[in-house]
Every structure is written in C-alpha cells, then in structure tokens.
C-alpha cells in the first residue's frame, strides 16, 4: 500500500473519531469531570461573605487557600477571621491552618488557635490547640486543653462544647480563678 494512501486513511478515521467524540457529548463530560477533581490554590484571599438577608456575614483573610472539590475540602493557611450576627462583630477567630470539611460544614481550627465571643459582659477569649467549629451551627468543641479569658474569671478546662446561638458552654474540668466584679 502506498505511503500517502495510508496518512489519507489515518486523517479519515483520526476526523470521523474525533467528530463522533465532539458530538456525541463525551468531550464535555470529560471537561466536567476533570474541573470536578481539581485542586485550587490562592494566596492573599480577603473574604467578604453576606447571608441569605444581605446581611454582613464573614470577613475573613487567609495567607494561602489549597481547596479539592472532589472531596470538599479546604486548607487554609493562616485564618483570621470574624463573623458577624446583625451586622456587628459577633466573633473572631485566628488559627495557624484550618480544614474545612463537607463544603465548610465541619472546620477543624489548629495552632495557636484564638476564639473570640464579643457579648454584653465582655469578651469571652478560648485558647487552645485545635478547636472544631461548625459554623452554620455556630457551635464549637474540643477536647483539648482550653485557657478561657473573661472580664471576671480566667481558668483552664479540659475541653469545651459551646453553643454560640444559645451563649452555653460546657466546661471540663476546671481550674482556675473568679473574681466577679
């Protein structure tokens, strides 16, 4: 067979394939599946994120965000941020990494961990190594060692399980000093 009959050949089957490919759909199914197991990275992120009223909801920073959307899950480098309820400041948070889980469902802060509660008597000032959040729940928990700070107390507890909505928080075993004013 001749040289140039066989690239003839080739080219015919190469654009009946790869027209069958293109209209058949399979091309921009691939194109999906494939942005679905990226993995993204930013640095120098500055959030502002409003809830479903419009409201004022988080402002966050973070150094560097690496975040699989295969698997929903974010890292977060160097997090501080702080959420907002009425468009005031209701919290903050600083850790050196957070991972986010199930869409930021779970967030699993850890390093020189620092949560915050502003409120009427003050701030409400936890210490620790790691602390879990779940933020559309606005509850918190650890089982870690905790410093707490407040106008009127400082103690340490072996843990903690807070309700941000409701202002409860469990303590576990405690130790520590109140002075109320």
């Known amino acids: 067979m001749d040289t140039k009959a066989l690239y003839i050949t080739a080219v015919v089957i190469a654009a009946i394939s790869g027209g069958y490919y293109y209209y058949s759909g399979k ?3 691939l194109d999906a599946d494939s942005a679905r197991n990226m993995t993204y990275s930013a640095d120098g992120i500055h959030l502002l994120q409003t809830n479903e009223k419009g409201q004022l909801y988080v ?6 965000l690496e975040q699989d959307l295969r698997v929903k899950t974010s890292k977060l480098v160097n997090l501080n941020a702080s959420m907002y309820r ?10 050196k990494e957070a991972r986010s889980y199930n869409d930021n469902e779970k967030v699993v802060l850890t390093g020189q961990v620092q949560a915050t509660k502003l409120g009427e008597q003050g701030k409400l000032v936890f210490v620790t190594d790691e602390l879990t959040g779940y933020p559309k729940l606005h509850m918190l928990e650890t089982k870690k060692l905790v410093n707490v700070n407040t106008p009127s107390a400082q103690f340490v507890s072996q843990g903690l399980k807070a309700d941000l909505n409701a202002g409860q928080y469990e303590f576990f075993h405690i130790r520590g000093k109140y002075a109320p004013q």
């Open 27 to 29: 091309g921009k199914k």
């Open 59 to 64: 402002i966050a920073q973070v150094d560097h």
């Open 86 to 95: 009425n468009n005031q400041v209701d919290s903050t948070f600083f850790a």
